[in-house]
């Protein structure tokens, strides 16, 4: 069974930062694309960020430019640096690993409030 965690979510004043990550397990995680999706209150979930296995990262324009994806295939581990957050940022961070049928994280809250 595949395993997705995430952690390193937080409470943070705007212009500040916080970095995720997210660990998977029983995957061979070298082989997938990694993605970062988000969801706020009352809103849907939103794609935010994705590495492929080489390395190479995609940003939706919301984060464009503040927010760095990256990942280390030897730690089965990826990450999201995110810099100058803003209140909109808020919403619980999700990664997400499209290994049939898909595995999702359960999340973890980022809330951006002085």
């Known amino acids: 069974q595949v395993q997705v965690v995430e952690s390193g979510g937080g409470l943070v004043q705007p212009g500040g930062s916080l970095r995720l990550s997210c660990a998977a397990s029983?995957?061979?995680?070298n082989a997938w694309t990694i993605h970062w999706y988000r969801q706020a209150p009352g809103k849907q979930r939103e794609?935010?960020?994705?590495?492929?296995?080489?390395?190479?990262?995609r940003y939706s324009d919301s984060v464009k430019g503040r927010f760095t994806i990256s990942r280390d295939n030897a730690k089965n581990t990826a990450y999201l640096q995110m810099n100058t957050l803003k209140r909109e940022d808020t919403a619980v961070y999700y990664c997400?690993?499209?290994?049939?049928?898909?595995?999702w994280g359960q999340g973890t809250q980022v809330t951006v409030s002085s």
């Open positions: 794609w935010v960020a994705a590495v492929t296995p080489g390395g190479t990262t």
């Open positions: 029983n995957v061979l995680f």
């Open positions: 997400y690993v499209p290994v049939e049928p898909g595995y």
